[in-house]
């Protein structure tokens, strides 16, 4: 029963956030759109954040910098397009925006796959300190790396091209990056129902019994930490895209630190978890951030009443506890 | 005499000074359930532990199926048959009892490394882990969260994943503890089935159980095995008497 009331819950919230942008559009109110846009984007990375710390216990403080490198993979690449020289002597820059999001995936991967192999063995507050630790590395080398801006971060002139898609324009944008959503959040319901979804999260609940059925954790870990990283990566580069420029500050722990935060307030291991925090966040960003610029604080008001209240979040309390048949 | 398919050979294992397991050597044949008594505190789950893995020893030697298994993580032996559970029922709580012994199953076909399929709809798990809970009398609680079974089914539920591993042989920890006497008898039955299945290396306090059980029983007593026999000669040595039995024999 609970089951059908958490698709009810999703449902809702998957139509709403596609209604609102589409009558402020109609409305010629863009500026929600831009809103919904970056609730989307920011829903996406905390989406590949979930399949570690919601499906498989992660607590990873470090996924901004596989956002950040998603970002900077868009910009870099469009730098190069535009200015024509080649990436490394031989890489052509590209604006396609598919081509992108391959990019974005393939290194935030590759990069996950590496921080993973060292800090899944550790735990607990290791990994959440090493996990940090890999991620100020990324954001100290962002920091003074000339090339792409250093600290004054990277433009990007025109948003990266879609083929057939005026991306310009916010409501074609924003459907660009519901899509992506959607399919991230397909990717995470397939995963936490399929055989490598049961491991990681068997593992979670008890790594000794995990391991006595025959099933090693941590290979199970590393593969679910990458394609985490993946996900996060590919937000990453629309978020670039939405701005119209990457810096430093979205490898910063203030982004990994965020990124925990949607999670926890929407709901751990939920899969509209992200989504529901996302938007709040976005929201109390907006309407308190107009009226106070301590608008955080209310943020961890709300965090804390989260915390100790509905440990489900606020999916757990609109849908009640997580099942698992 | 057949080869066991189990054997300790010389093992030791010291906390600090605590010498949790002195010197043991005991070994599991096929057929046979080999009982390990001893009091509180004596060793044997540190042993158990050994065994399956989760526990290095400092000194000594583990054999199973002809080979040394030292160097073998838990996941390794368990791959190679060697089935455990647990003194405290250790599950994954929130899946439910189908799901726990389904984890057993998949392992066992080695396939974790699938992404799409959902598992719910995927018979060639369902159906074992389902057969393997009817096998233990579990199959009415299929659905429920293993963290709302009670302790006995929690028991039966370790026992179902073993048998869903397809082990060739058990070490189970303490069974019968937190089960009725109902609860008990059923499962001495069901466990004297089973030896012919996989040789069973059974930790137990409960007495009834154990003389009505072992073909042989091992007395730990602060690490050290200090008598191997029959229940006629255990329950006859002045030396198990005193440490251990008591009046109870
Ligand atoms: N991880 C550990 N660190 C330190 N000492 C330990 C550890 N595990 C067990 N011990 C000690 O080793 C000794 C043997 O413990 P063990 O759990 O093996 O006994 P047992 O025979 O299984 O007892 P019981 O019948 O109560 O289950 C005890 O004195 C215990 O306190
Ligand atoms: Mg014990």
Known sequence: MAMRREHLVNAAIALLLLAVPLWASWAGQNFYVTLATRIAILALAAVGLNIALGLGGLVSFGHAAFFGIGGYVA????????????LLGFLPGTKLMPVIWIVAILASGFVAAAI???????GGVYFIMITLAFAQMIFYFALSWPAYGGEDGLSIMLRNAFPGVN??????????????LSLGLLLFALIRGSRFGAAL???????????????????????????S?????????LFADLNRFVSPSMLSWHMSGELIVLIVLGGVGRLYGPVVGAALYVVLEYWLG????????????????????????????LAGRARHD | MTEPILAVS?????????????HVSLDL?????????????????????????????NAGEIRFAGETINALSVAERSRRGLGRTFQVSSLAPEFSALRNVMLAVQSVQGSSFRFFRPVMLDRSLVDPAMAALERVGLAGRAGIPAAELSHGERRQLEIAIALALGSRALLLDEPMAGMGPEGSKRLTGFLDRLRAEAPILLVEHDMNAVFALADRISVLVYGKVIATGSVDDIRSNPDVRRAYLGDEA
């Open chain 1, 75 to 86: 910009g870099i690449l469009a730098s190069h397009a535009v200015s024509g020289a080649p």
């Open chain 1, 116 to 122: 993973g192999a060292i800090s899944l063995r550790t």
């Open chain 1, 167 to 180: 991306t310009l324009r916010p409501l074609p944008f924003f459907l660009i990056c519901y899509t992506l």
């Open chain 1, 201 to 227: 999260q068997a593992a979670r609940q008890n790594e000794v019994r995990t391991a006595s059925v025959g099933i090693a954790p941590f290979r199970i870990r590393l593969v679910a930490f990458t394609i």
């Open chain 1, 229 to 237: 990283g993946m996900v996060t990566g590919v937000a990453g580069a």
């Open chain 1, 290 to 317: 107009g009226i106070t610029e301590r608008w955080q604080f209310f943020l961890g008001l709300v965090l804390l009443g989260v915390v100790l209240f509905a440990r489900g979040g606020i999916v757990g309390l």
């Open chain 2, 10 to 22: 010389d093992l030791v294992k010291s906390f600090g000074a605590l010498k949790a397991t002195d």
């Open chain 2, 29 to 57: 044949r096929p057929g046979e359930i080999h009982a390990l008594i001893g009091p509180n505190g004596a060793g044997k789950s540190t042993l158990i532990g050994q065994i399956a893995g989760t526990l290095k020893p």
